[in-house]
């Protein structure tokens, strides 16, 4: 049985290995928007950060609303995070998780004009799992020629 210290620290294991999370927002309509967002390394305890534009509907959004939920997806694994999320214009922050890694998107690191942070406080994550394809398609199989309900797999609600 694992502790929720050990969640946690599966769940960020993941996340720093699936790397792109779906950033959900809502606009100023009401209508929610999802767009692929990479997340900066990430440490137990701490918040998601990416890196934007800010002249972008993710941080317009997030200035109407700030209620998101980031989701990433692996082999057979799922992780919702929901969150608030804030537009972090500070150049130490922006120097701090700058990685080379970023300059074929923002060619003047850090002093690009206009870049920014999205910062993601964590609150909650959902994190499913799934014994894999094979696995499941025969557990399909057994719940169509039983009449029983399929099993899902396994889902975990952890408080960030």
Excluded: C
């Amino acid at each position: 049985m694992s502790t929720h210290q050990d969640d946690i620290q599966h769940i960020v294991e993941f996340v720093n290995r699936t790397r792109v999370g779906m950033l959900s927002t809502r606009e100023a309509t009401g209508k929610l928007v999802s767009r692929p967002m990479t997340v900066v390394d990430v440490a137990p305890g701490e918040d998601l950060n990416f890196f934007t534009s800010r002249d972008t509907s993710s941080v317009r959004d997030v200035a109407a609303n700030d209620a998101v939920n980031v989701a990433f997806v692996g082999d057979h694994e799922w992780v919702s995070i929901s969150g608030a999320a804030e537009v972090v214009e500070d150049r130490q922050v922006l120097e701090g998780l700058w990685s080379d890694a970023l300059k074929a998107y923002y060619p003047d690191g850090p002093a690009t004009p206009g870049l920014v942070v999205l910062r993601v406080r964590t609150e909650t994550a959902e994190h499913w799992r799934s014994p894999g394809t094979v696995a499941t398609a025969l557990r399909w199989a057994r719940a169509r020629a039983t009449g029983e309900q399929i099993d899902p797999g396994q889902s975990t609600v952890v408080d960030l």
